[in-house]
């Protein structure tokens, strides 16, 4: 990010983004709206200070979290797919209501993986969520290196025939998706499209909407186009969002709402709690188009 990026935004006027949690200020549950907001993931130490109160333990994060965001995006199953119990713990840390989308884990879109046994792992990860009612769908991110070619596309047929029965989103990071063909492609699979906002570099997917399903998907990644690549995930993700990059969003955003049973918009310019403070911006600007309800 360049030097007059950071200055800008340190003279941007703040925001009270996050007030403390109280009745009035929780986030609502998710059933009651039809746009959700929150970010990918939510368990990063140096979220505490930015986001998470100065000393909070990191057992308190989530709790926390969902007292300000009704959905959350859990990344950590793309590192390692948990054992039950512990999601389960996961899920009592949340109110009725909450809501979880999962990342399918990097064996399955960056490595190619079909191994059974892997995709019973993750399933059977997902049962605690959908005993209590909590699970949304899983999302298969596919790297940059995922181009549109026969054997990818059969590989991602194949993820469909391997997880059958969930709600599946793609998100796609090379252009040469953008076909003709991909709307209807999608659609016969029952996968849902997920949208991208990222740095406009050569061959990466452009800020393109599509609804291929009930749900629409949206997923915020920054902009750092200098940082992008070579430095490391902190790095790439090292963006805050100004006020009128995501007010580009707000027509399109509006547009699958007005579509789609749900609308998720997930923020994972995740470094120094960047995500949380452009996720609550998103909000407000939502809600001064009428978009989402004061409190909702």
Request: net charge positive; aromatic share 12%.
């Amino acid at each position: 990010m360049r030097r007059s990026d950071r200055a800008d935004r340190a003279r941007a006027p703040e925001l009270d983004l996050f007030p403390e949690p109280s009745p009035s200020t929780a986030a609502p549950a998710a059933a009651e709206s039809r746009i959700l907001i929150g970010t990918s993931g939510y368990s990063f130490p140096d979220w505490v200070g930015p986001f998470y109160p100065p000393g909070m333990r990191s057992a308190e994060f989530l709790p926390y979290y969902a007292h300000h965001f009704p959905v959350v995006e859990v990344n950590s199953t793309y590192y390692g797919i948990p054992d039950p119990r512990v999601v389960e713990q996961m899920e009592r840390k949340t109110p009725s209501g909450f809501r979880f989308m999962v990342k399918l884990n990097r064996a399955m879109t960056h490595e190619g993986s079909r191994d059974p046994v892997l995709y019973r792992q993750f399933r059977a990860a997902l049962e605690p969520l959908k005993r209590a009612g909590k699970y949304d769908g899983a999302l298969a991110q596919f790297p940059f290196g995922f181009r549109r070619t026969p054997e990818n596309r059969r590989h991602l047929a194949t993820l469909r025939d391997l997880l059958p029965d969930e709600p599946l989103f793609a998100e796609f990071r090379n252009d040469s998706w953008l076909t003709p063909e991909l709307e209807a492609s999608l659609r016969e699979h029952r996968i849902g499209f997920c949208a991208v906002d990222e740095p406009k570099l050569p061959g990466m997917m452009p800020p393109v909407t599509m609804l291929t399903g009930e749900d629409a998907y949206v997923r915020f990644h920054g902009r750092n186009a200098e940082g992008w690549y070579g430095q490391g995930r902190e790095t790439r993700y090292d963006y805050a969002y100004r006020e009128a990059e995501l007010g580009e969003w707000l027509d399109k955003v509006a547009a699958l709402a007005g579509q789609a049973r749900r609308t998720y918009l997930f923020f994972n310019n995740c470094h120094a709690g960047q995500a949380a403070r452009s996720a609550k911006l998103m909000e407000e600007l939502l809600r001064r188009q009428g978009l989402l309800r004061p409190g909702g």
